[in-house]
């Protein structure tokens, strides 16, 4: 890889905003709310860099030093905001499902197109895991392998040819 | 059920992420890991439980596990190589047509915009074209979505072809606000490469984006 996409996909491993899905408040809260909650904290965000930005061009505001440093971290911190609704797609207004596939940019944001697979980045096989999830083994009968597990089949298989048309 | 043991993908049922056990997020990020099982199940005729599948996803690597984030390409062949079917690889930047061509092949899991998925019969009123057998019902949820389509065939009218459909399987039902469990979609062609251009034009994706396999049952 790259030295670019070294440092995306680092980056990517890094979700500043992450830390909230750790927290039993958040989880708790339904998809509707997280969304309006971080819009809010985006839109003040926003309207928070502006200003500052104005008042930084005009040479009204922040005579000393440390004043471009505010304005850098706020900007950041909205850019890492708006990444973590884009991804995670939690702005959509949706109550069951969200997005189970996310974005492949960080780990490969390099791929042109086309059959990529050759092009994959190696996995970190040093990294931890944190506590897997452990198999269902509801119902399962002591002949299974390890993770197998039989599940309630109430839909049976149609064949293409057995359904109407909506149309 | 005990599964088929067949070629014939369509005599194994559909799967869907809401209304099984222990699913992370209660199944609410469990699209991918659906497609995955359905996959395994069709080719190695083993069912997984979709937390085992996002445990064997995620074994390898440290991206994003928060039970509520999906799975990613790397941890979908992660997953897959673990519950032993190694011949799947991922390609980003198709179009239907790829897909026309990889479902000949077998089940291939397609990343789509699922606002623009085709849906059900006088659902989802959005003025698109809907789908032909079953499609959408959740008609909020506009993010980045997996299906995996099954099968293709033509469509014909008094022995006129018209276009090419294609068979998908959604996970996004069974949940108790919709208990539905349709044995798959059918659509066409056209209009999954509409779900699947519009992938990158409304969502975090910059690419249409698709895992496929590489050699038949």
Known sequence: MSTKAVVLQAVGNVSIFGWLENLDFWKALPYPIKGALLRGLKAGLSVIVAALLTAATAGTLFPVTWGPAVIVLLTTALQALDKYIREWNIDVENTEANSGIPTADPVTPEIPSGDAAKDLPPVNTDATVAVPPQPVVEDKPTDLPEGEVVLDDTNDPVSPEDLPDNT | ?217
């Open chain 2, 1 to 217: 059920m005990t599964l088929p043991h067949s070629k014939d993908i369509f005599k194994y049922p559909a799967r869907f992420q809401f209304g099984q056990a222990g699913a992370p997020c209660g199944g609410s990020s469990c699209c991918t890991d659906t497609c995955i099982q359905m996959i395994v199940e069709y080719y190695k005729d083993r069912t997984y439980s979709l937390s085992y599948i996002r445990k064997m996803a995620q074994s390898q690597t440290s991206y994003n596990e928060a039970p509520c984030t999906g799975i990613n390409h790397v941890e979908v062949l992660n997953a897959l190589n673990k519950l032993d079917v190694t011949h799947y690889k991922v390609a980003f930047g198709v179009n239907n047509t790829f897909v026309g061509q990889k479902v000949a092949v077998g089940p291939t899991l397609v990343g789509i915009h699922y606002g623009s998925y085709p849906s059900a019969y006088n659902k989802c009123h959005s003025g698109h074209r809907g789908a032909e057998i079953h499609g959408k019902t959740d008609c909020r949820f506009r993010g980045a979505h997996a299906v995996l389509a099954i099968g293709r065939r033509a469509h014909t009218k008094d022995g006129k072809y018209l276009h090419t459909d294609v068979f998908t399987r959604d996970p996004d039902h069974n949940s108790p606000a919709r208990p539905e469990k349709p044995a798959f979609d059918r659509i066409s062609l056209y209009d999954l490469g509409v779900a699947m251009n519009n992938l990158p034009k409304y969502t975090a994706f910059s690419k249409t984006y698709v895992i496929y396999p590489t050699k038949r049952k």
